[in-house]
């Protein structure tokens, strides 16, 4: 593993198993009466947070906190940062504070990686989405929820996602959950398909290691898992599509469209869901949903991430599965 | 005055010769050891002899696209701190950019501007005036007033943002024939850079970076040289930086239009993969393009599509650059490596030889700026605006030396060829073995 974890891409197959087993690991701990662990007691992790996002944050604090680390949570809105400091003051004034590890979320494509190669500070820097770049502990839980569903969740132990069929809808080009998917499931052995308008699908996307479509309907039958990305309105006035009306008749899942995916497939949805829009409310409360387990998931994940960064050699939860047996 | 000769210098990369200065001139140009000094009126005990063996001779570099940031943004360079760095890189005359704080888009900007290098004496600088107020694209500037200022200005540019209204490009085309100016464009088409962070393909589709499409540039070529060819005007096209773009003026050329263009150093070396770091040290615009940019516009230069190297240098202060990419300034420090860049990307590949270096960056932006003096033949009777480098050094670049007030250079700890050890400014020197003056 390396000292930091800012793109999908810097992961190797063995380190994304080992993250996904360690999560299995983690979430024992959820089915416990105490959902906690020692094992980052007396470290500290800040949640830096220059975007608002509040399901990432808590996820992130929860898993913080079931690990025992302390946790400090700084976001800019009214901060210094809303007085002209700069990324690198903010950083530095923190790590002065004695900080082990950044959990960083910032508007920026790249922030996370300036903080971890500028130089600026020592502490572990964990990318918690980056402008329109990447979002690996995303990509990460989403992986994790589709090994469970489809490998299973005991059989997928050691396990890779090689040869399953994922297909991401929706706005590519301003979607870091695409790029860290895309990255990730292609180290993982999966055949990935991204569908949407050719305006949503950014230029130079034929080198990324997916297939390119602009038809939902004939892909959909093909699939494994299918995963929304949420379309914002705004694009619509950008001229990324010409009305919400068309755009969700043309790429929206709705029940017809999910009949037409084969029986085991799952439908993902990173959130927030814009229900109406690229989703409809049948499909997003159907079986087949997984919106919720992603969501649990991701404390599972981001706690595996916090250990294998900090947690060093020490066990994590390897007696809990004693206890189990 | 200064009597001066410089002994055994390949003069434009040819033969060795002695070439003596006497004052501000060059009086004299002979074989080694051949100067014939009863006819120059010269005693041999009275001149200061330069040994330059070895080293290479060229009439001093002229940069058609310099930003000197006073007034207005002293922090990051002077009227002085940017003539030093351009005397260290051997130019004689450098045009200041408007986009200062106020815009030069009055006569009494552009003479502060023309004074003030006239009094600190590193070099001429020639201010370049707004086409429009405020460079805000919307009405003329009063570009006859700033012609016939003391300061003569003959080269119009919004450069910073593109004139990118046509009936203000034409009517500015037209209107600056009336005293043989020309308008030097910054070709961005505005809406198609919206957001813009860097050249748009693969690495921004990687990066999710926005994208700053080669078209947005070459669309704006396309329509400006065929609105010059419709007034019957000449255009002239700042920091061209794709293959594309080379293709529209390679066709215009062959149509006859009258249009010229520059590449900037940093287009012929860097690529986008650069940006790959996140280090705002190389975001500029227009941005690093790929490599397959890079070669088109290296062969463009050795066949004359493009016309001149132009530094487009760009200081910023040391906070403008040490943040995240999205928050940083756009733009380089160039003046003192540009000769080293063009020798590593041009000379060294065999694409120009030293009177082809001197004929793309002195004699054409000379000529193309109209700045009297500069960019003539090493030839007696013609004014001595010379420099000397020695083509053998190899070093590594570090910004701590610069003469520049600002350091964001791209370059940093990487190695180049070449070093200007001399700069003579009318026969003053300016710069000695590398230092100034």
């Known amino acids: 593993m390396q000292r930091h974890l800012i793109s999908a891409a810097d992961l190797t197959r063995d380190d994304a198993v080992l993250i996904l087993d360690t999560a299995e690991e983690m979430a024992r701990v959820a089915d416990r009466p105490i959902k906690k662990l020692p094992t980052l007691r007396g470290r500290t992790v800040v949640n830096l947070f220059f975007e608002d996002s509040t399901r990432t944050r808590i996820s992130f604090e929860a898993a913080e906190k079931r690990l025992s680390a302390d946790v400090i949570n700084f976001s800019a809105k009214g901060s210094s940062v809303s007085k002209g400091e700069s990324l690198k003051d903010t950083a530095q004034t923190l790590e002065a504070m004695g900080v082990d590890a950044v959990v960083i979320r910032h508007g920026a494509s790249g922030a996370p990686y300036r903080l971890a190669t500028s130089g600026w500070i020592d502490a572990a820097v964990i990318n918690a989405g980056d402008g329109t770049h990447q979002h690996p502990t995303q990509a990460l839980l989403d992986a994790f929820t589709m090994r469970r569903r489809l490998v299973g969740r005991d059989a997928g132990l050691g396990r890779d996602l090689a040869g399953k069929r994922v297909t991401l809808v929706g706005d590519v080009l301003h979607s870091r959950v695409a790029r860290s998917n895309v990255d990730l499931l292609h180290t993982l052995g999966a055949e990935v398909t991204l569908v949407a308008p050719p305006t949503l699908i950014p230029v130079g996307v034929e080198s990324w290691p997916c297939e390119v479509s602009y038809d939902l309907d004939s892909t959909l039958p093909k699939c494994d898992a299918v995963m929304m990305l949420r379309v914002q309105r705004e694009r619509m006035n950008a001229a990324f599509f010409p009305t919400e009306r068309e755009y969700s008749r043309r790429y929206g899942l709705d029940g017809e469209r999910m009949a037409r995916l084969p029986e085991h497939a799952i439908v993902m949805h990173p959130g927030p869901m814009v229900r109406g829009m690229e989703i409809t409310a049948e499909v997003a409360d159907s079986d087949r949903c997984t919106v919720v387990e992603q969501v649990a998931n991701g404390v599972s994940i981001r706690m595996a991430v916090l250990y294998l960064l900090l947690g060093g050699n020490e066990p994590a939860a390897a007696p809990i599965r004693t206890e189990e047996k | ?437």
């Open chain 2, 1 to 437: 005055m200064s009597k001066i000769l410089i002994h055994g210098a390949k003069v434009l990369g040819g033969e060795q010769q002695d070439v003596l200065i006497d004052g501000e001139t060059i009086a004299a140009t002979a074989r080694q050891g051949g100067i014939d000094w009863s006819a120059t009126g010269v005693s041999a005990e009275d001149v200061e002899v330069i040994e330059a063996e070895g080293k290479v001779l060229l009439p001093g570099l002229v940069d058609l696209h310099t930003h000197l940031r006073e007034p207005g943004r002293e922090d990051s360079e002077t009227v002085l701190t940017g003539t030093r760095a351009a005397a260290t890189g051997g130019y004689t005359a450098v045009f200041a950019m408007a986009n200062t704080f106020p815009v030069a888009d009055t006569a009494g900007v552009v003479e502060q501007v023309w004074r003030l290098g006239k009094e600190h004496g590193y070099c001429d600088v020639q201010p370049i005036g707004a086409v429009t107020v405020g460079l805000e694209g919307r009405k003329l500037a009063e570009l006859g007033a700033m012609h016939e200022s003391a300061a003569g200005v003959t080269v119009f540019s919004d450069d910073g943002k593109c004139v990118d209204d046509a009936v203000i490009m034409r009517r500015a085309l037209e209107y600056v024939k009336a005293f043989g100016g020309v308008v030097a464009q910054h070709a961005q088409e505005p809406r198609l850079t919206e957001g813009a962070q860097m050249n748009e393909g693969v690495v921004s589709a990687e990066l999710g970076l926005g994208g700053w499409p080669a078209v947005a540039e070459e669309s704006i070529i396309a329509r400006d040289v065929l609105l010059a060819e419709h007034v019957g005007s000449r255009v002239h096209i700042c920091h061209l930086s794709t293959a594309g773009s080379v293709e529209i003026v390679r066709w215009a050329k062959s149509r006859g239009i009258q249009v010229t263009a520059e590449v900037t150093p940093h287009h012929l070396l860097l690529t986008d993969e650069l940006v790959r770091t996140y280090n705002p040290v190389y975001k500029v615009n227009p941005p690093l393009r790929t490599e397959r940019d890079v070669m088109a516009l290296r062969e463009a230069l050795a066949d004359g599509t493009i016309d001149i190297v132009a530094t487009d240098h760009a200081p910023h202060p040391h906070e403008d650059k040490d943040c995240e990419w999205a928050a940083a300034a756009m733009g380089m420090v160039g003046l003192e490596t540009a000769l080293s860049v063009v020798q590593e990307t041009m000379v060294d590949t065999g694409l120009l030889d030293w009177a082809g270096v001197a004929d793309r960056m002195s004699a054409k932006p000379a000529r193309i700026g109209q700045a009297a003096g500069h960019g003539r033949p090493v030839s007696a009777g013609e004014p001595a605006n010379l420099i000397l480098v020695d083509t053998a050094y190899r070093g590594q670049v570090d910004p701590a030396g610069f003469a520049s007030r600002s350091r964001n250079t791209p370059y940093q700890g990487r190695e180049l060829p070449g070093r200007v050890t001399h700069t003579w400014l009318r026969g003053k020197a300016t710069l000695v073995d590398g230092k100034l003056t």
